[in-house]
């Protein structure tokens, strides 16, 4: 049997050196076969080398006769150049991949396999391999690597109700493959080696024609998507975005003179003779100007639907009797001072007069009651009475007195023994706000039940007659709310009772509850009475009576000892503090100076300096469930409260701050 090995060089000779050496063998024993002679490739930029097939000769005793050698043809094939392929020094035999080509070396009988991959097809002789094959001397071998293209990737989805278009988009990628060099191997298994290159195509006519089919007809932002065709990574954009409403604004009443507020933060001392919080106007002053409300503009969403501006709201100016409105301007008809009260859109604005008593309150003076402001000069002496229906202010002290306020008291002496009360008016107001909206709420659900028994019956509210309406109510309150009447009975008598401001109104609200519900059955009423028209006009008063932001009673003194003090809204005490008094207070008190004995009572907030004393006294400190109690200094005796949370101090303490968790549980820091 023949041995044959294929070999390369650098020129002939060296290729034919090297296969004697691996036959083992001289020139004389081997024939040589010149496959492709040295030369360049590749626009001369590639060195192509030498490849010969040298084949052991058979003895003679195995020689079969060859005729018709051909040397001619022999030696022009060895000078053509035709073929190149690569040389260096065999070592091994088989099958390798070097610079992305196949090189063979065959040697005996076992031949080389190649398995093909997915993304490398294989040919044998021009026909497809899919499985490991084996590969023979003279077999024609060819490769075929497929690069990949995936192209770029794009969705738009409206969001935000329709309100943006939001374009998610990915790159295309070209990638590149190669075969990975191997070395030489009897199976070898193809391997590919891959380039990634990412690129972008998209022009954006693509993009809008995209929003176009969505049916987006506004709102298309040119510059997003430009900007989107030029990017060559994983990227998201709005591309377009709906026109939301433009917010108008409600009416609303600028006032021109100085509103002083509580300022919770401030403990510095205060001096009285300076401190004036009441404004003055004169007759024909404008004191504040009407602003009428500004439409907004309606939206539009992606789709071209339109998204109606929110409504504005004007408020409702109740003049009082001393001043006009003119042009939107609101003037004074007298010297006094101007007050202004906000209940919800609902604004009071008038001038108090002032009445000024240069000397102390006392048996020689009387009692001072005005439907305005009030400002004595000196103190208000023993069993004596200063009632306004603005602010008091108090140049001296207050002995064993009553002073009653609605909007605030300013005392710049000390009181002892007295009692002081600001805001009472509107108390008595929030009470009847609170008992009303319980009335709405029953009412409500006679509304809902009424409703029911007339579905049942085929019919509507409109289809019964008052009187029919008022024994069916009647019927559902003997079933079912029994403690109606006497809810309503009890409402009324507060009217009547307490003379609260607008009395008229609540006068009126009093008598059409009373004909509706306290009246016999026997008693006609209006033809156009309806259960819906009742409600939502209690519903629109009581809208009218909440107040807005933080309430503006103020009381504030610099010392008490020994008294009640009331405030609907805040108390500050700025001196040397207070001594077993009760002080009450809506909203918040702060005092500056000691606490000891007595109770402090607020709703929302409480800020004390030092409370308790060196000898055991009992002092309460107390807040509502959402309030919070903060004090510098505590001494044992102490107790405090948040919601129906206590504690007691039973030794001195610093730095507490009191409050209750989402549990409901008292924590103290």
Not at 3 to 31: F, M, S
Not at 276 to 286: F, L
Not at 380 to 396: D, K
């Given at each position: ?411 710049v002496g000390n009181v002892l023994s007295s009692t002081i009360t600001v805001g009472k008016q509107d108390d008595i107001e929030q009470e009847l706000v ?131 003090l009331y405030s609907n809204g805040n108390i500050e005490v700025k001196g040397q503090g207070v001594i077993q008094s009760i002080l009450v207070a809506r ?83």
């Amino acid at each position: 049997m023949k041995q044959a090995v294929t070999v390369q060089g650098k020129t002939v000779e060296e290729a034919i050196e090297q296969a004697l050496i691996n036959l083992k063998a001289t020139r004389d024993e081997v024939d040589v076969e010149v496959i492709t002679n040295p030369g360049k490739r590749l626009f001369g930029l590639r060195k192509a080398l030498a490849e010969v097939k040298v084949t052991r000769k058979q003895r003679m005793s195995e020689l079969e006769i060859v005729e018709d050698v051909d040397f001619e043809k022999l030696v022009e094939a060895a000078l053509s150049g035709e073929v190149a392929v690569e040389s260096s020094q065999i070592s091994s035999k088989g099958v390798r991949v070097k610079n992305g080509r196949l090189e063979f070396v065959f040697e005996g009988e076992i031949k080389p396999s190649i398995t093909p991959v997915d993304d490398v097809t294989l040919y044998i002789n021009d026909e497809q391999i899919t499985e490991k094959v084996t590969i023979q001397p003279d077999d024609d071998v060819t490769l075929s690597i497929a690069d990949e293209l995936v192209p770029p990737q794009y969705s738009i989805d409206l969001i935000e109700n329709n309100m943006i278009a939001l374009l998610k988009f990915t790159p295309g990628k070209k990638v590149r493959k190669t075969l990975k060099d191997m070395p030489y191997t009897m199976d070898l298994k193809l391997t590919t080696a891959a380039m990634t290159t990412y690129y972008n195509d998209l022009a954006p006519q693509q993009i809008v024609d995209e929003l176009k089919t969505l049916g987006v007809q506004k709102g298309i932002i040119f510059p997003a998507i430009q900007k989107v065709t030029q990017v060559e990574k994983p990227y998201e954009l709005i591309v377009a975005r709906g026109q939301s409403p433009e917010e108008g604004a409600d009416g609303d009443l600028e006032v021109h003179f100085t509103i002083d507020t509580f300022n919770p933060d401030s403990l510095e001392k205060v001096d009285f003779r300076e401190m004036n919080t009441i404004s003055t106007a004169r007759e024909g002053d404008p004191i504040a100007t009407h602003v009428p409300p500004v439409e907004g503009k309606d939206g539009y969403d992606l789709l071209g639907k339109v998204i109606p501006k929110k409504p504005v709201r004007d408020i409702t100016l109740r003049l009082g009797k001393n001043v006009t409105l003119e042009d939107g301007e609101v003037i004074a008809n007298i010297s006094g001072n101007p007050t202004v009260e906000w209940r919800n859109k609902t604004v009071k604005i008038d001038i108090n007069p002032e009445f000024y008593h240069p000397g102390e309150v006392s048996l020689e003076s009387g009692n001072i009651r005005t439907e305005g402001d009030v400002r004595i000069g000196g103190d208000v002496r023993t069993s004596m009475f200063v009632g306004a229906a603005g602010s008091v202010r108090v140049n001296g002290s207050v002995r064993k007195a009553t002073i009653e306020a609605k909007h605030s008291a300013i005392i710049v002496g000390n009181v002892l023994s007295s009692t002081i009360t600001v805001g009472k008016q509107d108390d008595i107001e929030q009470e009847l706000v609170e008992r009303l909206e319980q009335i709405i709420i029953i009412l409500k659900q006679i509304q809902s039940a009424v409703g029911q028994i007339l579905t049942l019956r085929g019919s509507e509210e409109d289809d019964l007659s008052p009187t029919a309406l008022k024994q069916l109510i009647h019927l559902l309150l003997e079933k079912k709310h029994l403690s109606f009447k006497r809810s309503v009975s009890v409402f009324i008598q507060l009217v009547e009772e307490r003379k609260v401001e607008e009395s008229d109104e609540w006068n009126n609200i009093a008598n059409e509850l009373h004909r509706v519900f306290l009246t016999p059955l026997t008693q006609e009423l209006p033809a156009d009475l309806r259960l819906e028209n009742l409600i939502f006009h209690l519903d629109s008063f009581i809208e009218n009576y909440y107040l807005e932001g933080t309430t503006t009673n103020e009381l504030v003194v610099p010392y008490v000892a020994n008294s009640k003090l009331y405030s609907n809204g805040n108390i500050e005490v700025k001196g040397q503090g207070v001594i077993q008094s009760i002080l009450v207070a809506r909203n918040r008190i702060q005092i500056q100076g000691v606490c000891r004995g007595g109770e402090i009572i607020a709703q929302n907030a409480i800020v004390l300096q030092e409370t308790g004393s060196e000898n055991p006294v009992t002092t309460l400190v107390k807040v509502g469930e959402v309030g919070t109690i903060k004090i510098g200094k505590v001494y044992a005796g102490t107790e405090i409260q948040v919601g129906n949370r206590k504690h007691a101090f039973h030794r001195d303490d610093y730095e507490i701050f009191a409050r209750l968790d989402e549990e409901g549980m008292l924590i103290l820091r």
